[in-house]
């Protein structure tokens, strides 16, 4: 099945700095969604995008659904070493509220300290 | 508290056996969901069901088969004829209205010995 194209693959930055993730696609989503997990632990949601271009907040996180409605970006400012985990984009198709999410294959951050 | 839990954390399966994982939610939720995951990649869809008594192949059900008797559980069980069932495997769920917005359990991880 299809996947999303989710980049950077990894990311190792220094505590405090800000960081920029993004997701992009070829087809169309009405819904997009940011996931950090854990290792060995579930995928916890962070931020849920519903319409072309809306921006949302969560804390120092900052998601948007790009106006295109092919891609989404996460920013994450003033890092913690708290925020060390892989994150994870998805997204749902048009037309909608199948539940059939489509995920990218996630970015690794790690924080140092 | 609400939630979604898992059971077992680890399971590990002989050849030729089949093993099930057991998935439970106390949020009220009418949709379920079991993914696969392995390492490096994103989470990929086996089965779903938006409703008691039914559920509907995802992209990777070969090998994997599914009930849903209970609004409460969906358990998994893979079978013999999976031949590669060394995974993560991560249950979640979402109301029947926001299907898109899923909340998952913290996983179960399945080894062959």
């Known amino acids: 099945g299809q996947q999303l194209n989710q980049s950077p693959q990894s990311m190792f930055i220094q505590e405090g700095e800000d960081v920029s993730m993004n997701c992009t696609s070829s087809s169309i989503f009405n819904t997009w969604l940011w996931y950090k997990q854990d290792p060995g632990e579930g995928p916890v949601l962070l931020i849920a995008l519903y319409k072309a271009g809306e921006l949302t907040s969560n804390g120092r996180l900052t998601a948007q659904f790009g106006t295109t409605r092919k891609d989404s970006f996460l920013n994450i400012s003033a890092s913690i070493p708290s925020d060390v985990g892989i994150y994870f984009c998805a997204g749902q198709r048009r037309p909608g509220n199948t539940g059939k999410l489509i995920f990218g294959q996630g970015t690794t951050l790690q924080v140092k300290p | ?113």
């Open chain 2, 1 to 113: 508290d609400g939630g979604i839990t898992q059971s077992p954390k680890y399971l590990f399966r002989k050849e030729g056996q089949n093993v099930t994982l057991s998935c439970e939610q106390n949020l009220n939720h009418d949709a379920m969901y079991w993914y696969r995951q392995d390492p490096g990649q994103g989470l990929r869809l086996i089965y779903y069901s938006q409703i008691v008594n039914d559920f509907q192949k995802g992209d990777i059900a070969e090998g994997y088969s599914v009930s849903r008797e209970k609004k409460e559980s969906f358990p998994l069980t893979v079978t013999s004829a999976q031949k590669n069932p060394t995974a993560f495997y991560l249950c979640a769920s979402s109301t029947w209205t926001s299907k898109e917005t899923q909340y998952f359990g913290p996983g179960t991880r399945l080894l062959v010995l």
